[in-house]
């Protein structure tokens, strides 16, 4: 597997440090929480990269502390920076549900690299799981505005459709971007059909071949629950895809 995984002030340029205001957040998915703070002035970021989030006013710290890591969801083109997370029970968290716009946070990076590979004529294909499609999002979005030549295949699972973020937005993106393929799956026998392309089920050889072709022609990455990462990097090598084709992060989830 191709190294993306990356520590704080673990690069050899120092970290940046940058303060930004909270601009608002929604529930965008059962459980799910959306929010938007401002950009601050000469902060730049590839899609797919992350930032640590601290907010200083955090009363009482959690076990935690006052520092998360967000992958970025929005597009690198896009006036806000957007993030997203699921509801836990933190003071983070909840800190988070609760602070009026305005709210001061600070952020450090951008951290990561999770970001696109430049060869063209190879496609990339994106497993997400759950809060996982954060990074996904923005590589999308990315891809979509700057026209990039890119074959891009994004496999959703999640156990129902309630249960996934962004999931009408990105299936309209498919009609902005013809070189976009989405593909939503859902494990819980009881999810009903959604309009659209839809697989049932975890993510499968079968589900992958059936869609992208030939499985070691593209490069993968995997962005999810940590048991759901060893699931897909075990069935990657199982399907002969080589391990430096493969780029994958855990998101914890706390």
């Not at 006036?79 to 609760?98: G, P």
């Not at 996904?136 to 990039?148: P, V």
């Not at 819980?188 to 499968?204: F, K, M, W, Y």
Request: glycine fraction near 8%; hydrophobic fraction near 40%.
């Amino acid at each position: 597997m191709a190294l993306t995984q990356w520590r704080r002030k673990s690069f050899l340029r120092p970290a940046t440090t940058y303060l930004a205001r909270l601009a608002g957040q929604e529930e965008i998915a059962k459980g799910t929480l959306a929010f938007r703070v401002s950009k601050p002035e000469g902060f730049e970021f590839a899609a797919g990269q992350a930032v640590y989030v601290t907010i200083p006013d955090l009363k009482p710290a959690d076990a935690k502390g006052k520092i998360r890591t967000f992958s970025i969801a929005s597009a690198p083109q896009d006036s806000e920076l957007e993030m997203a997370t699921r509801q836990t029970d933190s003071s983070f968290k909840r800190y988070l549900v609760d602070a009026p716009a305005g709210t001061s946070v600070q952020l450090e990076g951008p951290y990561g690299d999770l970001v696109l590979h430049e060869d063209a004529s190879r496609p990339a294909v994106f497993l997400a799981g759950g809060i996982g499609i954060t990074p996904f999002r923005s590589m999308a979005l990315d891809a979509t505005n700057r026209a990039l030549p890119h074959r891009l295949f994004l496999f959703y699972s999640n156990r129902r459709p309630e249960d996934a973020a962004f999931l009408a937005e990105l299936r309209q993106l498919e009609g902005k971007n013809p070189r976009f393929k989405f593909i939503a799956t859902f494990t819980e026998d009881s999810a009903l059909p959604q309009q659209g392309a839809v697989e049932r089920g975890h993510i499968t050889a079968a589900m992958l071949s059936k869609h992208v072709g030939d499985m070691t022609a593209p490069v993968y990455y995997v962005a999810g629950p940590a048991a759901m990462v060893s699931a897909m990097e075990e069935l990657l090598k199982d399907a002969g895809v080589k391990p430096a084709d493969v780029r994958a992060e855990r998101f914890p989830g706390y």
